[in-house]
């Protein structure tokens, strides 16, 4: 819920910083465009590592990344340059693409297995919610204080994530790694061919 918050805080933030470039439209495309990029990138890679990994360490690995990304833009500034600034969004979603498979991945192993219906729909919740709220928070906390303490929340959010994801006690991967994630990922890619429904249900989802 806090990175939900956050992530959309700094959406709005974002936004509202890169509005006083010059050629605004064409630098915010750019750099949404590379965290985009480097959600699908590591994305792929989150899948391959759920299962090879502690799962709440990944989490913590996501959080540190997204941080990075956020504490990158805040110390280089509005008028860096579009390839610093392209870096730090970079970060940021390679971060965010580990993030949601493996959180996907550790709740079954976190909660009751007669309750897993029930926690991903207060999971699907909580994300709209969370979303709804950051993004009129961040209107409101940025009209106050400005785009900085937006960003800087952000980064807080991390912070306090970090710290709570540290404090769970999932058990490690016992996963059989004698099968290689080269090998892991071509059986995926058969699935998704054997079974096309998923493809199309993967396309629609990354087009969203």
Known sequence: MFSVIGDAIFLVAFALDMASRRHAAHAL????????????????????V??????SRLLVVSSILQGIGVGGILLLGRAAPLSSLGIC??????GEGIYR????????LIVDKNYIRAANGLRSSTNRVGAIIGSALGGLLIGAFGVRWGMQIDLGTFVVNGILLLSVNDSPSTSDHAVSACEEAHAGIR???EFRWLGAVMMQGLVQ
């Open 29 to 48: 495309g750019l750099l949404l465009g590379s965290l985009a990029t480097g959600t699908v990138m590591s994305l792929l890679l989150g899948g391959l």
């Open 50 to 55: 759920a299962d090879r990994f502690r799962k």
């Open 89 to 94: 969004t970079l970060t940021i979603g390679l």
């Open 101 to 108: 498979p493996v959180y996907s991945a550790l709740l079954p």
């Open 191 to 193: 699935h998704v061919i």
